[in-house]
């Protein structure tokens, strides 16, 4: 009697087990963009303006666009970012503002820095006194989310270079 209590004991046991394993198993796999079909936004650097000259420090203003080449609208929460003129890095930081962009559409947002050019090679200082253009890299990490049921935000890696004018503002 006392062997059939254990083989009871145990076999319920072990097919509670198996439950628990089997329910695990079942848990729904993570979806990534590509699944849902969330195509990634796209940034780019429209201008970059001279907010403030003075003789060492000066203060910008950089304005993006976010192209969003989905069906549905997206919110850009932050960007953490690297800004480099002439290869050289000028700006780097947090941008914390809430961006709402259209379903395949593009929006645009701002955010300024400073740039020291005592440190800064006379080369970089004579294009932006002059406002020529400006070879520019713009790369870091947004946090998106689009606007669907049950997405959460996911970060996006972004890296875009090009020319930019520098322009009075």
Not at 88 to 95: M, P, R
Not at 117 to 122: D, K, S
């Amino acid at each position: 009697m006392r062997k059939l209590n254990f083989i009871f004991h145990f076999s319920f046991y072990l097919i509670c087990l198996l439950i628990v394993f089997i329910l695990m198993s079942c848990k729904s796999q993570p979806q990534t963009l590509e699944r849902l079909g969330i195509k990634e936004p796209e940034f780019d650097v429209v201008s970059i303006y001279i907010l403030q000259a003075d003789i060492v420090v000066t203060e910008f203003e950089a304005v993006i666009k976010v192209d969003n080449p989905n069906d549905f609208a997206m919110e850009l929460f932050s960007i953490t970012y690297e800004l480099f003129g002439n290869n050289l890095l000028w700006a780097g930081g947090n941008v914390n503002n809430v961006l709402q962009i259209p379903a395949n559409s593009s929006a645009e947002t701002q955010f300024t820095f400073s740039m020291n050019f005592i440190n800064m090679p006379r080369q970089l200082l004579d294009d932006v006194i002059a406002m020529r253009q400006v070879n520019y890299r713009f790369k870091g990490t947004a946090q998106v989310r689009p606007i669907l049921p049950n997405v959460l935000v996911f970060p996006v890696d972004f890296d875009c270079s090009g020319l930019s004018e520098v322009k009075r503002r």
